[in-house]
């Protein structure tokens, strides 16, 4: 209406439109494939968890919350699921951030050999952790696995790895950091190469300790790339699949399930896709809160202890 | 705190010194020794497997009979080939469509302030938090809606759609590290935005892209879950096949090494050629 009268406003409109229809054309095609391959399967999961649905029996009539109902009242879900799920994520996360950093200040010196410790510690970038899965499987095998036999050699008797909760847990363990490890160094060694020298050569003038470099100026510096590196690790150890599929199948007797597993056990080996939905739903939405909380939190660490 | 830091300083030295001229040196080559066996030794267990004759695979620590028969077997079966080739081009693929999708996203996200910014990068970020599995399993009947189940298509587009959240917020990133002046000189001599961003932001980009590229061509290569559930008998991708060898045509474990060694390989060149231009390119 202002346009009408006053040329220049006019004007500001059709320069704002031009502006916002190049913002829209730059992620027109990011959000169309959002569209058509997350967010329509996500609401005909969502649309399928109210329904009675059985993949052998599809009757998909609507019975309102009862499937969510069913999953919260679960023993299964909230005694071993999700203790499950959240100790996996913290022990993940803490493991593979220590033992990448620690690689990731060895590779930022310079020695000889260097660039082969770094494509060796790369090494597990490189393979599926499906085979990774496999491969400890193999190994952790109690009858003709490497490790007992390595225990053995020792004079300990062989465990049953995988057929005990604790052990097998501990195998899964060792994957994903073994796994996920190279992950953090990489990022870690690019941000450790991007900082500044000059803090350093201060240091060490003012004859600072190695530690003590380390701890009031190398840490501070890297806080803000290692908050990004742990929230969206964190996001994906919540919903590892892959090698807890292959390596205990959520066994020995549902113990150490963790939440894919859950959802995925209910909607294809119990064929009630409805119930399924369900409790990935659930899941959604409980990592959403805690990823939000989780980067929440560790803004406001970073900002505080600047 | 500081004064426990303090005593502890100088007794760390005294150790190192303690231990023998050069001992700070010797214990630092024995640590880069054994994190180095740590990380190698699986890999190295699945090459010694993948060399083993058949009967002797139980027993990978004894014995001294070598073979590359497995390599031969597995060559000749049709369906490892087409899988390699399949593997091979939907990774290729689908790391020139994320970064085409997603260097248009982040570049917007990084210059632009605005309600549609925000809604967007919202959006990203929950979606990003989305567990697979609540997606993989009516990915299923969507893509079989749309008939593009077990097509190229139909494994492409997830994949993308997969990328999307996390490489347009590491693109924002890159593009956040380059001054926008030269756009804003390239728009007074009379550039569009378009050409803007076309000339003078995208070759700046560069380095990041590249490592992104390395990045997203592994993860997909490596993908399992989603090649599990979205392909059948028409697109046999890599992963799916080789664990088949241990899943449903019994415990073929000297078959299933040979192929992980092979689909190793590539993984190998693409790591060892691009893993400067990774550490170069990587900083969030």
């Known amino acids: ?306 | 705190m500081s004064t426990i830091e303090a005593i502890q300083a100088p007794r760390s030295r005294y150790f190192f010194e303690a231990l023998a001229p050069g001992g700070r040196r010797a214990f630092f080559l024995l640590g880069t020794v054994a994190t180095c066996l740590l990380f190698a030794f699986p890999v190295f267990w699945l090459v010694l497997t993948s060399l083993r004759p058949g009967y002797a695979v139980y027993y990978v620590h004894r014995g001294s009979d070598f073979t590359l028969d497995n390599f031969r077997e597995v060559l000749s079966q049709e369906i490892v080939l087409k899988a390699l080739w399949n593997s091979f081009a939907i990774a290729t693929l689908a790391t020139v469509l994320s970064l085409g999708v997603t260097a248009t996203s982040g570049y917007m996200l990084s210059r632009f302030r605005g309600t549609i910014p925000t809604a967007w990068f919202g959006a990203i970020y929950v979606f990003r938090c989305v567990p697979y599995v609540s997606w993989v399993l009516p990915l299923y009947f969507v893509t079989r809606a749309m008939g593009i189940f077990d097509t190229y298509w139909g494994l492409l587009l997830p994949h993308v759609a997969v990328h999307i959240c996390f490489f347009s917020w590491i693109m924002k990133g890159f593009f956040d590290g380059i001054d926008p002046s030269m756009e804003y000189a390239a728009m007074i001599d009379g550039c569009s935005r378009w050409g803007a961003f076309l000339r003078v932001a995208l070759p700046a980009a560069v380095p990041g892209l590249t490592a992104l590229a390395v990045l997203c061509w592994l993860y997909t290569w490596n993908e399992f879950l989603f090649a599990l559930i979205l392909t059948a008998q028409n697109t046999p991708i890599l992963t799916v096949v080789m664990a088949q060898f241990v899943h449903e045509l019994g415990m073929e474990w000297h078959l299933m090494s040979a192929t992980a060694v092979l689909a190793l390989g590539p993984a190998l060149i693409v790591t060892i050629f691009g893993q400067k231009y990774v550490i170069r390119g990587l900083k969030i």
């Open chain 1, 1 to 306: 209406m202002a346009g009408v009268a006053n040329p220049m406003a006019g004007f500001r409109l059709v320069a704002v439109d031009e502006k916002k229809r190049f913002m829209l054309a730059l992620i027109a095609p990011a959000v169309l494939v959002l569209v058509f391959f997350q967010i329509l399967p996500i609401l005909t999961g969502a649309n399928a968890s109210f329904r009675d649905w059985h993949l052998n029996d599809p009757k998909k009539t609507w019975i309102g919350l009862t499937n969510y109902a069913y999953v919260v009242r679960d023993r299964e879900f909230l005694n071993v699921v999700l203790p499950n799920t959240f100790g996996f994520l913290a022990a993940s996360v803490a493991a593979s951030l220590i033992a990448g950093l620690m690689l990731a200040l060895l590779l930022n010196r310079q020695f000889p050999g260097r660039w082969l410790v770094q494509t060796i510690v790369l090494l597990p970038l490189m393979v599926a952790p499906v085979i990774a899965a496999i491969m400890i499987r193999w190994m952790f095998n109690d009858q003709f696995g490497i490790v007992n036999v390595i225990l053995e050699a020792f004079g300990i008797a062989p465990i049953a790895w995988l057929t005990q909760k604790w052990t097998a847990f501990f195998a899964i363990l060792l994957t994903d950091v073994w796994l996920w490890t190279p992950w953090f160094a990489l990022l870690l060694l690019a941000a450790l190469q991007s900082l500044p020298p000059e803090p350093f050569e201060a240091a060490q003038i003012d004859a600072a300790s190695a530690w003590r470099t380390f701890r009031y100026i190398t840490l501070p510096m890297l806080r803000p790339v290692i908050v990004v590196c742990v929230v969206i690790r964190a996001i994906d150890a919540f919903r590892t699949f892959d090698i807890v599929w292959t390596i205990s199948g959520g066994g020995p007797a549902r113990a150490t399930e963790v939440f894919s597993i859950y959802a995925y056990v209910e909607a294809f080996q119990f064929l009630n896709f409805g119930r399924g939905s369900a409790a990935a739903v659930l899941g959604a939405i409980i990592i959403v809160v805690f990823a939000m909380a989780l980067y929440r939190l560790l803004n406001r660490w970073v900002e505080v202890s600047r």
